[in-house]
């Protein structure tokens, strides 16, 4: 094998592989990439047991061939090579690397103990690349981090004709994202749950614009773009429909200045202590406000801001912190609507300007407000 490459071509690439490579394995070849240079292209692989990612760039092939070496080796000398051209070739037993003078030599991997690549499930259709990331981005906060309950660190992808909704819970919070997409047939239909962790890894690197192929199988799901491609096993369990949980029945509404609303809860929540919650006073009226509240006896902080609020004159609920920054850290525009049940019960946040059908919603469970 020898081929040329510029540096960042390379070190985009086994960047991009070696996100799935395991940290620790008991198979040693799992840490390598699978390097295949021929016909003008360079393919560089890996995978562990719950993802692969593959991934070609243009090279200057002079002698086609496929070599395994330890990627995250690799990617740690991709990233102190000089700039410019690189020349990489299998000498003997090793593969070097070669860039302005800099010169490094990697042992190589048994080719014939490395796992077969898994194949690209069935491809169901194709959504907009960076839709799809945004909405990824959206609900992968609601996602839950415990382990002992692994289908609660998943995302649900629901296929449906013509819509593709992603949703994530934690049981305390749900997200949920709905967006358009082109099935290949109309009567595609899937509905499975994926890493949120692996599924937020995938949508990072969609940086370019253009569609997203989407692929599903009974064990895993598929994503190709741009030349690179993912596939994830899916988690077992199904997550929580949402339907119901997501309608809200004569709620108060109010609207706020969505920026103002987070730098309002991460200055007061300064005194929060202990994950002690975070208290909203909302007052209808011509000057309309939410007044927010935290801490206890001696340690109190506050700030009120301008609110428009429809239905209950007044109405006063509280909320975690952390899920409350989460959330309005989610939403992009310039306002954010909470439609309020009242304390201790559901409200659920949407985009200020999305007054029906919003594509993105965001529950939150609030608690009874403290006593300050």
């Known amino acids: 094998m020898r081929f040329r490459i510029e540096r960042g071509a390379l070190t985009d690439a086994v960047a991009w592989a070696a996100r799935v490579l395991p940290a620790r394995s008991p198979v040693p070849v799992l840490g390598g990439l699978l390097l295949d240079a021929a016909d003008g292209r360079l393919r560089v692989s890996g995978l562990d047991f719950e993802a692969s990612a593959c991934v070609e760039a243009e090279a200057c092939t002079e002698r086609a061939g496929t070599v395994l070496v330890m990627g995250r080796r690799l990617l740690d000398i991709c990233k102190v090579l000089p700039d410019g051209p690189v020349e990489c070739a299998t000498e003997g037993s090793r593969f070097t690397v070669t860039g302005d003078g800099a010169r490094f030599g990697l042992s190589l991997l048994p080719l014939d103990d490395y796992p077969a690549p898994p194949s690209l499930p069935e491809v169901r259709g194709a959504v907009d690349a960076p839709e799809f990331a945004a909405a990824v981005a959206h609900v992968a906060v609601a996602a839950g981090r415990d382990d002992t309950l692994p289908t609660l660190t998943g995302i649900r992808l ?215």
């Open 158 to 372: 629901v296929l449906d004709g013509s819509t593709m909704t992603l949703a994530a819970t934690d049981r305390y919070r749900f997200a949920v994202h709905t967006l358009p997409w082109k099935a290949t047939a109309p009567d595609v239909a899937a509905d499975v749950v994926v890493s949120a962790r692996r599924l937020t890894e995938i949508a990072r690197s969609l940086g370019r614009p253009g569609l997203v192929s989407v692929a599903v199988d009974g064990g895993s799901v598929g994503f190709e773009h741009a030349g690179m491609r993912s596939t994830v096993r899916l988690l077992d369990g199904r997550l929580p429909h949402h339907d119901k949980l997501f309608a809200m029945d004569g709620p108060t509404e109010a609207v706020t200045d969505r920026a103002r609303l987070a730098e309002a809860v991460k200055r007061v929540s300064v005194v929060a202590d202990g994950g002690s919650p975070l208290q909203m006073s909302f007052s209808g009226g011509p000057g309309g406000s939410v007044l927010l509240q935290a801490g206890y006896e001696d340690d109190v902080a506050s700030q009120s801001l301008p609110a428009t609020v429809e239905g209950a004159e007044e109405m006063t609920v509280a909320f975690n912190p952390a899920y409350l920054m989460d959330a309005l850290s989610s939403f992009d525009g310039e306002t954010v609507r909470l439609s309020l049940m009242g304390p201790g019960r559901r409200a659920l946040l949407t985009g200020g300007e999305d007054t029906e059908n919003p594509a993105y919603r965001h529950l939150l469970m609030s608690v009874k407000p403290a006593m300050l």
